[in-house]
Structures are given as C-alpha cells and as structure tokens.
Nanobody
Framework: QVQLVESGGGLVQAGGSLRLSCAASGRTFSSYAMGWFRQAPGKEREFVARITWSGGSSTYYTDSVKGRFTISRDNAKNTVYLQMNSLKPEDTAVYYC???????????????WGQGTQVTVSS
C-alpha cells in the first residue's frame, strides 16, 4: 500500500511559478513510476507528466506543458516534484499525484492516487 500526499498548490499570477510536492509512504517508492494529472472544473482529468522508476528516470510531458513544467523525483525522500513555470490561467486545476507499480503506467494503470492540491492561476 502506498499513500500519496500532495502539497504546494496555491494562487499565483500568470507568468509565475509553483512547485508541487508529492510525499509517498512505503519502502518501495523507487519501484513506482510517478505521475502528475490535473482536472479543471467541468473537464475530465488529464495527464500532465510522468517519471519512471529506473535509474535514468525518463520523463514525459503532455504537449501543453512541455518547456514550462519539470517533473523530478528524490527516491531518498520518497518525494516527486512538479516545478511549474510560466503558468497560464488554463493551468488552473486540481493537481493529483499518482503512482504505478513497475510498468503498469504503460497500460494506463495507476495504482495509487493522492487527494489533490488546487492550483489557481489568475490573469
């Protein structure tokens, strides 16, 4: 069982930055791929970024955040981060952290979810 707790959300002006954190419980954190998703009001939840568990920690981003967001992880701290720069009003959403065991993310399967943290970008 893995528990995920997000933090770092808040209100920021367009062009500003925020860093989200997701702290995970459990001793096998390094075995999980970690992802960030978001859900805006009235919209479906969408994928934002992913980082795999391997030593090389490959990353992948949805097109709308490429060049602005950076996902990273610290396995020693059981924490994954999402650095968000050049924020836009359309980035406003509840951001969720998720964990997938091994390569299950490849099948679209995310095993654990956090409770979410609100990010609001004002124009």
């Amino acid at each position: 069982q893995v528990q995920l707790v997000e933090s770092g959300g808040g209100l920021v002006q367009a062009g500003g930055s925020l860093r989200l954190s997701c702290a995970a419980s459990g001793r096998t954190f390094s075995s999980y791929a970690m992802g960030w998703f978001r859900q805006a009001p009235g919209k479906e939840r969408e994928f934002v970024a992913r980082i795999t568990w391997s030593g090389g920690s490959s990353t992948y981003y949805t097109d709308s955040v490429k060049g602005r967001f950076t996902i990273s992880r610290d396995n020693a701290k059981n924490t994954v981060y999402l650095q968000m720069n050049s924020l836009k009003p359309e980035d406003t959403a509840v951001y969720y952290c998720a964990a997938a065991m091994g390569s299950r993310w490849y099948q679209g399967i995310w095993d654990y979810w956090g409770q979410g943290t609100q990010v609001t970008v004002s124009s």
